[in-house]
């Protein structure tokens, strides 16, 4: 059975797996969060100055850490969160 589709590795994530990822050189969640914004920003601006929703989608979302980044900043009109494994999607 794959890992990241099990119960308890989806409960385990944001509890503790997501964190030990700074041990291998991640700057941490709020950071990872800001540079994701910045990235998307250009694109953003883009549709909204010609009045297009913008709408991000979290391909990947696992328990939707980022996920719910996105949809409270309001930086966005519509955030869609995809991911593979139930389990992840169960937790988000």
Known sequence: RDLFTSPSVSFA???GWRQGFAAAGF????????LAKEYFAPVIQQ???SNQDSV????SCATGLFTRRFAKSGEYSRVIACDYSDSM???A
């Open 27 to 34: 700057p941490g969640a709020d950071e990872e969060f800001d």
């Open 56 to 59: 991000l989608v979290d391909m």
């Open 89 to 91: 999607l169960t937790e």
């Open 47 to 49: 549709q909204r100055d």
């Open 13 to 15: 994530y944001e509890r």
